[in-house]
Protein backbone atom coordinates (compact mmCIF):
# COMPACT_ATOMS: atom_id res chain seq x y z
CA UNK A 1 0.00 0.00 0.00
CA UNK A 2 1.62 3.58 -0.84
CA UNK A 3 0.35 5.56 1.62
CA UNK A 4 -0.07 5.83 5.50
CA UNK A 5 -3.21 5.20 7.49
CA UNK A 6 -4.47 5.52 11.06
CA UNK A 7 -7.30 4.57 12.74
CA UNK A 8 -8.83 4.88 16.21
CA UNK A 9 -6.60 5.19 19.49
CA UNK A 10 -2.50 4.45 19.16
CA UNK A 11 -0.04 5.75 21.88
CA UNK A 12 2.72 9.06 20.64
CA UNK A 13 4.89 6.64 20.55
CA UNK A 14 5.76 2.87 19.19
CA UNK A 15 6.99 0.22 21.89
CA UNK A 16 5.80 2.44 24.92
CA UNK A 17 3.67 1.88 27.61
CA UNK A 18 -0.35 2.41 26.13
CA UNK A 19 -3.10 1.78 28.85
CA UNK A 20 -6.27 0.84 28.87
CA UNK A 21 -8.67 3.05 31.36
CA UNK A 22 -9.05 0.25 33.83
CA UNK A 23 -4.97 0.76 33.90
CA UNK A 24 -4.34 -2.57 32.61
CA UNK A 25 -2.14 -2.88 29.13
CA UNK A 26 -3.16 -2.84 25.68
CA UNK A 27 -1.37 -5.34 23.57
CA UNK A 28 0.70 -4.25 20.59
CA UNK A 29 1.12 -6.63 17.35
CA UNK A 30 3.13 -5.63 14.78
CA UNK A 31 1.66 -6.61 11.26
CA UNK A 32 4.64 -6.30 8.80
CA UNK A 33 5.91 -8.19 5.66
CA UNK A 34 9.15 -9.45 4.22
CA UNK A 35 10.67 -9.88 7.51
CA UNK A 36 10.93 -6.04 8.76
CA UNK A 37 11.66 -4.83 5.58
CA UNK A 38 7.95 -4.45 3.77
CA UNK A 39 5.20 -2.79 4.66
CA UNK A 40 3.76 -2.81 8.05
CA UNK A 41 1.18 -1.91 10.61
CA UNK A 42 1.13 -1.59 14.40
CA UNK A 43 -2.03 -2.55 16.54
CA UNK A 44 -3.04 -2.20 19.75
CA UNK A 45 -5.54 -5.26 21.23
CA UNK A 46 -7.51 -4.81 24.23
CA UNK A 47 -6.30 -8.87 24.90
CA UNK A 48 -3.53 -10.95 23.69
CA UNK A 49 -3.98 -12.03 20.30
CA UNK A 50 -1.88 -14.90 21.06
CA UNK A 51 -4.29 -17.05 22.66
CA UNK A 52 -5.51 -20.51 20.84
CA UNK A 53 -7.49 -22.86 22.64
CA UNK A 54 -7.84 -25.25 20.25
CA UNK A 55 -7.11 -26.81 17.07
CA UNK A 56 -9.92 -28.91 15.78
CA UNK A 57 -9.53 -30.01 12.34
CA UNK A 58 -7.00 -29.98 9.24
CA UNK A 59 -7.88 -30.69 5.78
CA UNK A 60 -6.42 -30.13 2.40
CA UNK A 61 -7.96 -27.67 -0.11
CA UNK A 62 -5.15 -27.43 -2.66
CA UNK A 63 -6.37 -27.46 -6.34
CA UNK A 64 -6.94 -31.15 -8.21
CA UNK A 65 -4.68 -30.24 -11.72
CA UNK A 66 -6.43 -31.89 -14.69
CA UNK A 67 -3.62 -30.36 -16.94
CA UNK A 68 -0.16 -29.42 -15.47
CA UNK A 69 1.54 -28.29 -19.57
CA UNK A 70 -1.24 -27.33 -22.02
CA UNK A 71 -0.98 -24.91 -25.35
CA UNK A 72 -3.83 -25.00 -26.47
CA UNK A 73 -6.48 -21.85 -26.10
CA UNK A 74 -9.62 -22.65 -23.28
CA UNK A 75 -12.46 -20.43 -22.67
CA UNK A 76 -13.82 -21.07 -19.59
CA UNK A 77 -17.81 -20.26 -18.65
CA UNK A 78 -17.59 -18.76 -15.22
CA UNK A 79 -20.98 -18.61 -14.28
CA UNK A 80 -21.23 -22.38 -14.24
CA UNK A 81 -19.26 -22.60 -11.59
CA UNK A 82 -22.28 -23.80 -9.10
CA UNK A 83 -23.79 -21.47 -6.05
CA UNK A 84 -22.54 -22.57 -3.22
CA UNK A 85 -23.40 -21.47 0.23
CA UNK A 86 -20.30 -21.53 2.44
CA UNK A 87 -17.91 -18.46 1.29
CA UNK A 88 -15.14 -21.36 1.64
CA UNK A 89 -16.27 -23.39 -0.28
CA UNK A 90 -17.46 -21.88 -2.50
CA UNK A 91 -14.04 -20.63 -4.12
CA UNK A 92 -13.11 -22.90 -6.28
CA UNK A 93 -9.39 -22.73 -7.97
CA UNK A 94 -9.35 -23.16 -12.29
CA UNK A 95 -6.11 -21.68 -13.25
CA UNK A 96 -3.22 -21.96 -10.47
CA UNK A 97 1.27 -22.00 -10.46
CA UNK A 98 3.48 -21.40 -8.20
CA UNK A 99 3.01 -17.45 -7.57
CA UNK A 100 -0.70 -17.68 -7.76
CA UNK A 101 -4.32 -18.75 -8.00
CA UNK A 102 -7.16 -17.61 -9.93
CA UNK A 103 -10.41 -18.54 -8.30
CA UNK A 104 -13.55 -18.26 -8.76
CA UNK A 105 -16.54 -18.07 -6.00
CA UNK A 106 -20.45 -17.96 -6.05
CA UNK A 107 -21.62 -17.96 -1.86
CA UNK A 108 -24.92 -17.28 -1.41
CA UNK A 109 -24.73 -17.15 2.46
CA UNK A 110 -25.16 -13.19 3.29
CA UNK A 111 -22.55 -13.86 6.19
CA UNK A 112 -20.49 -16.99 7.99
CA UNK A 113 -20.02 -18.26 11.29
CA UNK A 114 -16.36 -17.99 11.60
CA UNK A 115 -13.48 -15.98 10.11
CA UNK A 116 -10.85 -16.62 7.82
CA UNK A 117 -6.75 -15.64 7.41
CA UNK A 118 -5.26 -16.49 4.56
CA UNK A 119 -1.15 -16.98 5.60
CA UNK A 120 -0.03 -18.18 2.11
CA UNK A 121 -1.04 -15.13 -0.21
CA UNK A 122 -2.52 -11.93 -0.39
CA UNK A 123 -5.87 -11.85 -1.97
CA UNK A 124 -7.30 -9.29 -4.55
CA UNK A 125 -10.90 -9.75 -4.70
CA UNK A 126 -13.03 -8.63 -7.47
CA UNK A 127 -16.97 -8.18 -7.46
CA UNK A 128 -18.67 -9.32 -9.95
CA UNK A 129 -21.61 -9.52 -8.39
CA UNK A 130 -23.03 -8.98 -5.09
CA UNK A 131 -22.86 -6.15 -2.63
CA UNK A 132 -22.16 -5.65 0.99
CA UNK A 133 -19.04 -5.08 3.71
CA UNK A 134 -15.57 -6.49 4.20
CA UNK A 135 -14.98 -6.94 7.39
CA UNK A 136 -11.56 -7.04 9.15
CA UNK A 137 -9.74 -6.68 12.33
CA UNK A 138 -8.28 -3.18 10.78
CA UNK A 139 -11.55 -2.07 10.07
CA UNK A 140 -14.11 -2.28 7.64
CA UNK A 141 -15.00 -1.45 3.45
CA UNK A 142 -18.41 -1.33 1.65
CA UNK A 143 -18.18 -3.03 -1.24
CA UNK A 144 -20.41 -3.13 -4.66
CA UNK A 145 -19.74 -4.22 -7.92
CA UNK A 146 -16.87 -3.46 -9.67
CA UNK A 147 -14.70 -3.55 -7.08
CA UNK A 148 -11.26 -4.57 -6.11
CA UNK A 149 -10.89 -5.49 -2.48
CA UNK A 150 -6.51 -5.75 -1.81
CA UNK A 151 -6.51 -7.86 1.50
CA UNK A 152 -2.98 -8.04 2.64
CA UNK A 153 -1.86 -12.08 3.75
CA UNK A 154 -2.51 -13.08 7.11
CA UNK A 155 -5.36 -10.42 7.62
CA UNK A 156 -8.53 -11.93 9.50
CA UNK A 157 -11.50 -11.40 7.97
CA UNK A 158 -14.92 -12.24 7.08
CA UNK A 159 -17.68 -10.76 4.20
CA UNK A 160 -20.83 -10.10 4.83
CA UNK A 161 -23.18 -9.94 1.73
CA UNK A 162 -26.71 -8.16 1.65
CA UNK A 163 -27.83 -10.76 -1.38
CA UNK A 164 -27.42 -14.38 -2.53
CA UNK A 165 -26.56 -13.55 -5.66
CA UNK A 166 -22.68 -13.40 -5.84
CA UNK A 167 -19.97 -13.76 -8.22
CA UNK A 168 -16.39 -13.15 -7.24
CA UNK A 169 -13.08 -13.36 -9.66
CA UNK A 170 -10.56 -13.68 -6.95
CA UNK A 171 -6.77 -13.69 -7.51
CA UNK A 172 -4.50 -15.48 -4.78
CA UNK A 173 -1.00 -14.20 -5.19
CA UNK A 174 1.91 -15.96 -2.97
CA UNK A 175 4.03 -12.48 -3.75
CA UNK A 176 3.31 -8.91 -2.18
CA UNK A 177 0.96 -7.07 -4.56
CA UNK A 178 1.68 -3.52 -5.60
CA UNK A 179 0.53 -0.28 -7.00
CA UNK A 180 2.81 -0.01 -10.20
CA UNK A 181 6.21 1.71 -9.63
CA UNK A 182 6.00 3.47 -12.69
CA UNK A 183 3.16 5.06 -11.58
CA UNK A 184 4.42 6.36 -8.19
CA UNK A 185 7.57 8.61 -7.52
CA UNK A 186 9.99 7.55 -5.37
CA UNK A 187 8.51 8.76 -2.21
CA UNK A 188 5.72 6.62 -2.90
CA UNK A 189 2.91 9.28 -4.05
CA UNK A 190 0.95 8.37 -7.36
CA UNK A 191 2.27 10.23 -10.38
CA UNK A 192 0.18 12.62 -12.51
CA UNK A 193 0.13 9.99 -15.03
CA UNK A 194 -1.17 7.31 -13.31
CA UNK A 195 -4.94 6.11 -14.46
CA UNK A 196 -5.72 6.02 -10.47
CA UNK A 197 -4.86 8.49 -7.46
CA UNK A 198 -4.85 7.78 -3.85
CA UNK A 199 -8.65 9.64 -3.84
CA UNK A 200 -9.52 6.55 -5.65
CA UNK A 201 -8.07 3.73 -3.04
CA UNK A 202 -11.09 3.92 -0.09
CA UNK A 203 -9.22 2.60 3.09
CA UNK A 204 -10.90 0.99 6.01
CA UNK A 205 -13.15 3.55 8.16
CA UNK A 206 -14.98 1.76 10.70
CA UNK A 207 -12.92 0.01 13.34
CA UNK A 208 -14.99 -2.78 15.15
CA UNK A 209 -13.98 -3.36 18.68
CA UNK A 210 -14.80 -6.51 20.58
CA UNK A 211 -13.61 -7.17 23.96
CA UNK A 212 -15.04 -10.28 24.38
CA UNK A 213 -13.88 -13.87 25.54
CA UNK A 214 -15.14 -17.16 24.68
CA UNK A 215 -14.63 -19.85 21.55
CA UNK A 216 -14.11 -18.00 17.93
CA UNK A 217 -13.02 -19.91 15.02
CA UNK A 218 -10.83 -18.51 12.70
CA UNK A 219 -10.20 -21.37 9.30
CA UNK A 220 -6.88 -20.50 8.99
CA UNK A 221 -5.41 -21.30 5.42
CA UNK A 222 -1.33 -22.52 5.43
CA UNK A 223 -0.08 -24.39 2.66
CA UNK A 224 -3.34 -25.31 1.24
CA UNK A 225 -4.70 -26.67 3.99
CA UNK A 226 -7.59 -25.15 6.29
CA UNK A 227 -6.65 -25.45 10.32
CA UNK A 228 -9.56 -24.67 12.11
CA UNK A 229 -8.86 -22.87 15.36
CA UNK A 230 -10.30 -21.83 18.02
CA UNK A 231 -9.50 -18.44 20.01
CA UNK A 232 -10.15 -17.46 23.30
CA UNK A 233 -10.93 -14.27 22.45
CA UNK A 234 -12.70 -11.96 19.91
CA UNK A 235 -10.01 -11.17 16.37
CA UNK A 236 -11.42 -7.98 16.36
CA UNK A 237 -10.39 -5.84 19.63
CA UNK A 238 -8.15 -3.71 17.77
CA UNK A 239 -8.56 -0.43 19.55
CA UNK A 240 -6.32 1.61 16.76
CA UNK A 241 -3.60 0.89 14.60
CA UNK A 242 -1.14 2.98 12.14
CA UNK A 243 0.96 1.99 8.99
CA UNK A 244 0.83 1.05 5.53
CA UNK A 245 -0.28 -2.56 5.94
CA UNK A 246 -4.20 -2.60 5.61
CA UNK A 247 -6.71 -3.91 3.37
CA UNK A 248 -8.09 -1.46 0.99
CA UNK A 249 -10.85 -0.76 -2.10
CA UNK A 250 -10.32 0.28 -5.75
CA UNK A 251 -13.24 0.49 -8.28
CA UNK A 252 -12.57 -0.18 -11.57
CA UNK A 253 -14.71 2.20 -12.36
CA UNK A 254 -12.26 4.82 -11.31
CA UNK A 255 -9.38 3.48 -13.35
CA UNK A 256 -9.07 6.28 -15.90
CA UNK A 257 -8.16 5.16 -19.24
CA UNK A 258 -4.83 5.96 -21.50
CA UNK A 259 -6.00 6.21 -24.48
CA UNK A 260 -3.60 7.22 -28.24
CA UNK A 261 -3.58 7.94 -31.91
CA UNK A 262 -2.68 4.47 -32.93
CA UNK A 263 -4.13 1.10 -30.26
CA UNK A 264 -2.02 1.22 -26.91
CA UNK A 265 0.01 -2.03 -25.89
CA UNK A 266 -1.92 -4.03 -22.41
CA UNK A 267 0.61 -2.73 -19.83
CA UNK A 268 -1.23 0.59 -20.20
CA UNK A 269 -4.50 -0.94 -18.55
CA UNK A 270 -2.19 -1.93 -15.63
CA UNK A 271 -3.47 -2.18 -12.10
CA UNK A 272 -1.43 -3.75 -9.54
CA UNK A 273 1.87 -5.60 -9.94
CA UNK A 274 4.15 -8.38 -8.31
CA UNK A 275 7.34 -10.04 -9.88
CA UNK A 276 5.49 -12.71 -10.71
CA UNK A 277 2.49 -11.45 -12.81
CA UNK A 278 0.17 -7.88 -13.35
CA UNK A 279 -3.69 -7.35 -13.04
CA UNK A 280 -4.93 -4.97 -16.22
CA UNK A 281 -8.46 -3.29 -15.72
CA UNK A 282 -10.16 -2.93 -19.60
CA UNK A 283 -12.74 -0.11 -19.11
CA UNK A 284 -14.91 1.92 -21.29
CA UNK A 285 -12.51 4.18 -23.79
CA UNK A 286 -12.41 6.20 -26.52
CA UNK A 287 -10.43 4.24 -29.23
CA UNK A 288 -7.74 5.28 -31.42
CA UNK A 289 -7.83 8.52 -33.45
CA UNK A 290 -5.33 8.19 -36.00
CA UNK A 291 -7.47 9.05 -39.25
CA UNK A 292 -6.28 5.39 -40.63
CA UNK A 293 -6.18 3.67 -36.86
CA UNK A 294 -7.42 0.11 -36.60
CA UNK A 295 -8.90 -0.05 -33.36
CA UNK A 296 -9.11 -4.03 -32.90
CA UNK A 297 -5.77 -4.84 -30.91
CA UNK A 298 -2.99 -6.61 -33.66
CA UNK A 299 -2.36 -10.13 -33.03
CA UNK A 300 0.57 -10.76 -30.62
CA UNK A 301 2.21 -13.52 -29.55
CA UNK A 302 2.90 -14.46 -25.81
CA UNK A 303 6.10 -15.77 -25.57
CA UNK A 304 6.83 -14.77 -21.96
CA UNK A 305 3.67 -15.33 -19.75
CA UNK A 306 0.27 -16.52 -19.97
CA UNK A 307 -3.03 -14.25 -20.79
CA UNK A 308 -6.33 -14.65 -19.14
CA UNK A 309 -9.15 -12.38 -19.67
CA UNK A 310 -11.81 -12.10 -17.58
CA UNK A 311 -15.09 -10.91 -19.22
CA UNK A 312 -17.25 -8.51 -17.01
CA UNK A 313 -19.67 -6.54 -19.06
CA UNK A 314 -20.05 -4.68 -22.47
CA UNK A 315 -19.29 -5.37 -25.76
CA UNK A 316 -16.08 -7.43 -26.29
CA UNK A 317 -15.15 -5.91 -29.22
CA UNK A 318 -12.09 -8.38 -30.38
CA UNK A 319 -14.04 -11.38 -29.58
CA UNK A 320 -16.82 -13.76 -31.10
CA UNK A 321 -19.22 -15.40 -28.32
CA UNK A 322 -17.91 -14.19 -25.20
CA UNK A 323 -20.38 -13.17 -22.30
CA UNK A 324 -19.89 -11.82 -18.92
CA UNK A 325 -18.33 -14.71 -16.64
CA UNK A 326 -16.27 -16.16 -19.46
CA UNK A 327 -12.77 -16.66 -18.98
CA UNK A 328 -10.08 -16.98 -21.84
CA UNK A 329 -6.68 -18.14 -21.28
CA UNK A 330 -4.16 -17.58 -24.08
CA UNK A 331 -0.42 -19.68 -23.28
CA UNK A 332 2.76 -19.20 -23.70
CA UNK A 333 4.71 -19.55 -26.58
CA UNK A 334 1.79 -19.24 -29.36
CA UNK A 335 0.36 -16.24 -30.69
CA UNK A 336 -3.60 -15.01 -30.23
CA UNK A 337 -5.64 -12.16 -31.46
CA UNK A 338 -9.13 -10.78 -32.50
CA UNK A 339 -11.47 -13.18 -33.68
CA UNK A 340 -11.89 -13.27 -37.35
CA UNK A 341 -14.36 -10.20 -38.72
CA UNK A 342 -13.53 -8.07 -35.49
CA UNK A 343 -10.54 -6.24 -37.21
CA UNK A 344 -13.03 -4.97 -40.30
CA UNK A 345 -16.16 -4.28 -36.91
CA UNK A 346 -13.75 -1.75 -35.79
CA UNK A 347 -12.80 0.35 -38.22
CA UNK A 348 -14.51 3.59 -37.87
CA UNK A 349 -16.04 2.68 -34.29
CA UNK A 350 -15.32 5.96 -32.05
CA UNK A 351 -15.06 3.93 -28.22
CA UNK A 352 -15.76 0.89 -26.72
CA UNK A 353 -18.27 -0.64 -23.57
CA UNK A 354 -16.11 -3.46 -22.94
CA UNK A 355 -15.18 -4.06 -18.95
CA UNK A 356 -12.74 -6.79 -18.04
CA UNK A 357 -9.58 -7.73 -15.58
CA UNK A 358 -6.79 -9.46 -17.42
CA UNK A 359 -4.20 -11.27 -15.65
CA UNK A 360 -0.17 -12.27 -17.22
CA UNK A 361 1.69 -14.76 -15.26
CA UNK A 362 4.77 -15.13 -16.22
CA UNK A 363 5.09 -18.48 -15.30
CA UNK A 364 2.77 -21.16 -17.38
CA UNK A 365 -0.88 -21.68 -15.20
CA UNK A 366 -2.24 -25.02 -14.98
CA UNK A 367 -5.77 -25.72 -15.64
CA UNK A 368 -7.83 -27.56 -12.47
CA UNK A 369 -10.61 -30.43 -12.35
CA UNK A 370 -12.67 -27.19 -11.73
CA UNK A 371 -12.16 -25.59 -14.45
CA UNK A 372 -12.09 -28.47 -17.06
CA UNK A 373 -16.25 -28.63 -15.66
CA UNK A 374 -16.64 -25.48 -17.27
CA UNK A 375 -14.40 -25.69 -20.06
CA UNK A 376 -14.83 -25.15 -24.06
CA UNK A 377 -11.85 -27.56 -25.22
CA UNK A 378 -13.14 -26.04 -28.89
CA UNK A 379 -11.93 -22.62 -28.12
CA UNK A 380 -8.57 -22.61 -30.04
CA UNK A 381 -10.33 -23.65 -32.99
CA UNK A 382 -12.39 -20.67 -33.17
CA UNK A 383 -9.76 -18.38 -35.41
CA UNK A 384 -10.45 -20.69 -38.26
CA UNK A 385 -12.13 -18.74 -41.02
Given at each position: ????????????????????????????????????????????????????????????????????????????????????????????????????????????????????????????????????????????????????????????????????????????????????????????????????????????????????????????????????????????????????????????????????????????????????????????????????????????????????????????????????????????????????????????????????????????LMLTEDAMLIADEEYYKSW??
Open positions: MPFYHKLGEIPHKRHIIFRKPNGELYYEQLFGTIGFDGMSTNMYHVHRPTQVKEIRKQYSIAPKIAKENSIKSYRLRGFQVPQVQDYLESRKVVLTNSDCSIILAAPTNKTQDYFFKNTDADEVIFIHRGTGTLRTMLGNLDFKYGDYLVIPRGMIYKIDFDTEDNRLFIVESRRPIYTPKRYRNWFGQLLEHAPFCERDIRQPNKLETYDEKGEFIINVKKKDDIFEMVYATHPFDVVGYDGYNYPYALSIHDFEPLTGRIHQPPPVHQTFETDAFVICSFVPRLYDYHPEAIPAPYNHSNIDSDEVLYYVDGDFMSRNDIAPGHISLHPAGIPHGPHPGAVERSIGKKDTQELAVMVDTFKPLE
